[in-house]
């Protein structure tokens, strides 16, 4: 990205993404974002046609099921506030579900909502895949996600931004997981590395361009 590239999108990454990769970026931006962790990996890659609406395509792979699923995502609501900023974010999309054997379809719908400033900030997430019926008992896939993280310093856009997050998740029926991110932000490249209290890995890789 060009000097002055920085300078005109300075300001704005200063308040959008400075906490978080959001599903929808500026109008004419790509996003690349990767989640990692044991027995699970997902992928997704978008284009905001507006400052409002992304189309984008889903990869997830869990221990039984691979999920692909172009999708929409779409800023309902924000909060420009003089210090911090608030979103919600609503997604949808319909792909294919690849799972003992079949192929079937899979529809997804998710939502986002976030708050941060320079130094806290907190989302929530949920997300359930709504898998076709099949001679197979197979149930959806739900995932919740809750998140709040603290700027031990306050950073420039062109300098190190560093963040501890702590992550609550939750799949189907499964206990609650928790894992503990340091988070690493620099202009446009955003990573996490974690663990969970079980002592499992994670890494997180954003990046808008």
């Keep these: 990205m060009s000097k002055m590239w920085i300078w ?6 200063l308040i959008t993404a400075t906490a978080k990769a ?8 790509f996003s690349l974002m990767s989640y990692n962790k044991e027995n699970e990996n997902e992928m997704l890659l978008t284009y905001s ?16 099921a691979e999920y692909t699923v172009p999708r929409l995502n779409f800023l309902a609501k924000r909060w420009n506030n003089d210090d911090s900023q608030g979103n919600i974010y609503l997604s949808a999309g319909y792909g294919t579900d690849r799972s003992y054997d079949e192929v079937k379809g899979v529809t ?28 197979i008992q197979r149930t959806d896939f739900e995932q919740i996600k809750l998140r709040g993280g603290v700027a031990p310093y306050l950073a420039e856009f062109n ?20 894992t503990q991110f340091v988070r690493l932000f620099y202009r446009n490249i ?11 890995g994670a890494f997180n890789f954003m990046s808008h361009f």
Excluded: C
Excluded at 22 to 29: I, L, R
Excluded at 129 to 135: A, P
Excluded at 159 to 178: A, C, H, P, R, Y
């Design 8 to 13: 005109l999108l300075g300001p704005l990454f």
């Design 190 to 200: 955003l990573i996490e590395v974690g663990a969970t209290i079980g002592g499992g």
């Design 49 to 64: 046609m507006t400052s409002r609406l992304a189309a984008g395509l889903t990869y997830l792979k869990t221990e039984d």
């Design 159 to 178: 300098e190190l931004n560093t963040w501890l997050i702590v992550q609550f998740e939750k799949k189907n029926d499964s206990s609650i997981e928790t």
């Design 22 to 29: 959001h599903p929808v970026s500026f109008a004419g931006a």
């Design 108 to 135: 997804l719908a998710s939502a986002d909502v976030d708050w941060e400033d320079r130094r806290y900030y907190t989302s929530f997430q949920y997300t359930k895949y709504f898998r076709e019926d099949s001679d």
